[in-house]
């Protein structure tokens, strides 16, 4: 069983510019979700893809935005990076009400 | 939106002793997952656990869902537990299958 991959592992980006995160989701999970950790806090949720289609989103602006493709990976990107998107982004899958899985994650730093 | 709170926020321990960790939440939840983050920034899956106690390993828990709590108990702590819990409540509503997690208790056991 494949678990959830994400690339690239570490990204540094200067303000103003965008970036695309990528996810492959763990093989049978049909449902992805993407979670935002900065330093000493806990993960918060930014959105969730399903069926290609957004089903629910966080307190987060258009800027983060995403995609879902038929094979389930997904995409998420930034534009405009401010020096607070800095963290370690998070990718999960699922199926159903099954638990989430994690990915190790992306740490982006925006300088 | 609902409220996750852990305690203790630090934890410093002996390797070989035991320790419970707090979860609170302040509002029904369809079910309740811990995690372990290491320091690598991984999430790995400990429970899910919408209720009764469940057990694996050095490791337990308990979800009373009823009075808004679970509670994490690691017994023989070894170093290799150090690291980050989170517990993590699971809501189906409007912003979809999110998880609100709670600001985690940051464990250090030492040799």
């Known amino acids: 069983e494949t678990g959830v991959t994400q690339s690239p592992t570490h990204l540094i980006k200067t303000r103003g510019q965008q970036v695309t995160l990528r996810c492959s989701s763990q093989s049978g999970h049909n449902t992805v979700s993407w979670y935002q950790q900065a330093l000493g806090q806990g993960p918060q949720f930014i959105f969730q893809?399903?069926?290609?289609?957004?089903?629910g989103r966080g307190n987060f602006p258009p800027r983060f935005s995403g995609l879902q493709f038929p094979n389930y990976s997904s995409e998420l990107n930034v534009n405009a990076l401010e020096l607070d998107d800095s963290a370690l982004y998070l990718c999960?899958?699922?199926?159903?009400?099954?638990?989430?899985?994690f990915g190790n994650g992306t740490r982006l730093t925006v300088t | 939106g609902i409220q996750v709170e852990q305690s203790p926020p630090d934890l410093i321990l002996q390797e070989g002793a035991n320790s419970t960790l707090r979860c609170n939440f302040s509002d029904s939840v369809n079910n309740l997952q811990w995690f372990h983050q290491n320091p690598w920034g991984q999430l790995i899956n400990l429970f899910y656990i919408p209720s009764g106690t469940k057990q694996n390993g050095r490791l337990s828990a308990t979800t009373v869902a009823t009075e808004r709590y679970s509670l994490l108990y690691i017994s023989s702590s070894q170093t290799t537990d150090s690291g980050v819990y989170f517990c993590a409540v699971f809501m189906n509503n409007n912003a979809g299958n999110m998880l609100t997690f709670g600001g985690g208790t940051r464990l250090m056991v030492k040799p």
């Open positions: 999960a899958s699922s199926f159903g009400g099954s638990p989430l899985h």
């Open positions: 893809y399903y069926r290609e289609e957004e089903n």
